[in-house]
């Protein structure tokens, strides 16, 4: 949905307008956050550019959505955030890209963003064992990777009740917004650990439903500290391999609420398991 309607707003770059309207919203934008020290490349978009090649309509008239994608990313945004950073740090007009011909002139290498010779890629895998080293691409550099894990029992718990306590409970499920994600997340832990019933059995002790849920919780955390360990270390030897990976960025870092996501911190900054892997 994000990409479809950013690609709705890219119909209309060639209104004068329109243009201006983008130009100084990225100079005010980049003007307040430019003193930040942690900034040190800006993005013009995310995933727009591998769009052009799976989104219907930009792969079925092509020839007009690279020349707006151009004008509103390249000749536009491109440009404002040059004008307003005094610092000078580098653009990339998208990410994952498969990076310039030349940067004097301007000029993209149209292709595959995936490709691992050029630019950067996003590698995200539900379906392959995230522990077996053979399944990581050898990419120049990583600029998204993750995979899923749920919150702790702890955080969990200041945002439910009891009867929410369950692997296949509604509240777990609605803050799930990785389609498939709960059962990708189970797979993947079973391939590894023996999983915890759903449930405790019938006239068990109250805690058995919930040291259960904890039991679950807490080994799809360490799922995905060991999926985290096994890409990291292996892009790290990969940087003597011939694509010579220089770098990985992992989504996410933060949660915004108690629920599953990619991210290694809490809502509250406590870390998750793959935080310190």
Known sequence: MRQE??????MYPRDAPFVDLVG??????VSRLAHHPSIVIWGGNNENEGALRWFGPSRDNRDLYVSDYVKLYVDTVRVAVSDADADGRPFVDSSPS?????????????????????????????????EDVTTYPSARFVSEHG?????????????????????????LAYRQ????????????????????????????????????????LWLTQLQQARCYETSFATWRRLRAAPAGTMGVLYWQLNDVWQGPSWSTLEVDGSPRLAHYA
């Open 24 to 29: 100084r919203e990225v100079s005010e934008q």
């Open 147 to 171: 995979f899923q894990s749920f919150p702790s029992l702890r955080a969990f718990r200041s945002v439910s009740d009891d009867a929410d306590w369950s692997r296949e409970g509604d509240l």
């Open 98 to 130: 498969s990076g310039l011909i030349s940067a004097s002139p301007y000029a993209k290498r149209w292709g595959d963003v995936q490709a691992t010779s050029w630019g950067d890629a996003h590698y995200y895998n539900y379906n392959d064992d995230c």
């Open 177 to 216: 917004r990785h389609p498939n994600g709960m059962e990708q997340v189970l797979a993947m832990v079973g391939r590894h650990f023996a999983v915890p019933p759903t449930n405790a059995t019938p006239g068990a002790p109250a805690a058995a439903q919930r040291d259960l849920f904890d039991a679950y």
């Open 5 to 10: 309607m950013i690609f709705a707003c890219a």
